[in-house]
């Protein structure tokens, strides 16, 4: 009887590894997909396609769900899907309670998905999400207390201790952006004034840098760019955004003590043009507390995409061996 369930068990294990998901990060300004079978090293049919939140929060949807109908097509066998979406989530019910971002509020993101593609799916959010593909693939490998901040259109971060991401008691875990870093700063879309994400994210750097010289079109990365090449007006909100950062993630480090920070994003890709000037800007800040490693996410902007795939694939586990 002993041997008879573990062969079953193992072929069970067997199947469900070998099973074809799809994932998708929902973005501020992209919407990122690709399939993942288990026991590949990495995603295949990887798209990525404009989020555009300006149509509105019901044309969001819309493009999500025809975003994955089109990836269910690139594959003959599609068990489970797996979707993460910023803001506010309940991973319980499938609801985005909260996203500023893509203007939804109360949005049943799993269940319209799961009717829509008739697959289970699974539900996460898009940094608890990434931080997992990196725990388990990436820069966080090895390391038990970590913190994984991506910074993009807007900033959060996942707290990880022995292996597993704080949610915390409402779901509302890490939403480093919206700490308060400048009280007298701009209005946040949140409601507050001088969030972190009105200094440092990726589209507050191109923003107020447009505004202060009248040039559009520039991007985040142009602005370190220009800023490398003496434009002092870029350097200077370059410099202000590692301050703010800096002054989040040194609360951060006090409240969650990491061993290492991984940041992903954009941002993260200047490589150590971001993150020598973060790392001693963040040591200025600290005392008592123990400076972490401060590196750069392996999995770059497919760290959520990839979170959402294993995520599904969780979920295909958790069906095979039951309750």
């Given at each position: ?46 798209d990525r396609w404009y989020t555009r939140a300006d149509r509105g ?8 769900l025809a975003c994955a109908e089109e990836l269910a097509g690139r ?83 996942a707290a990880f201790s022995r292996g597993r991401a704080l949610a ?156």
């Amino acid at each position: 009887m002993t041997t008879a369930t573990s062969t079953g068990s193992t072929m069970s294990t067997a199947r469900t590894a070998a099973r074809t998901v799809i994932a998708l990060d929902v973005g501020g300004t992209y919407i990122k997909g690709g399939t993942l079978t288990g026991g590949a090293p990495a995603l295949e049919h990887t798209d990525r396609w404009y989020t555009r939140a300006d149509r509105g929060p019901e044309a969001v949807l819309e493009t999500v769900l025809a975003c994955a109908e089109e990836l269910a097509g690139r594959c003959p066998d599609v068990d489970a899907a797996g979707i993460v979406v910023p803001g506010i989530v309940d991973e319980e019910s499938g609801l985005a309670v909260l996203a500023g971002n893509l203007g939804w509020t109360g949005v049943p993101v799993q269940d319209w998905l799961a009717e829509h593609l008739c697959l289970p799916v699974a539900f996460g959010h898009d940094v608890r999400a990434g931080g997992l593909a990196e725990a388990r693939l990436g820069a966080g490998r090895g390391c038990a207390d970590f913190l994984f901040v991506p910074v993009g259109t807007g900033i959060a971060a996942a707290a990880f201790s022995r292996g597993r991401a704080l949610a915390g008691g409402h779901g509302r875990a890490g939403e480093l952006g919206h700490v308060v870093v400048r009280p007298d700063g701009a209005r946040c879309h949140c409601g507050g004034r001088g969030c972190l994400e009105t200094v440092a994210s990726a589209a507050a750097i191109a923003r107020r840098y447009s505004r202060a010289t009248g040039r559009h079109g520039i991007t985040a990365r142009d602005v370190q760019r220009r800023a490398d090449a003496g434009d002092t007006v870029a350097a200077g909100i370059w410099a202000e955004a590692i301050e703010a950062l800096a002054d989040a993630l040194a609360t951060a480090v006090t409240l969650y003590d990491p061993e290492r920070v991984v940041g992903g994003g954009g941002l993260a890709r200047a490589g150590e043009a971001y993150l020598t000037p973060l790392r001693e800007a963040l040591a200025r800040r600290l005392s008592f507390q123990a400076m972490p490693e401060v590196t750069e996410a392996r999995l770059g902007d497919q760290a959520g995409c990839m979170g959402a795939a294993l995520l599904a694939h969780d979920l295909l586990a958790r069906e095979a061996t039951g309750p």
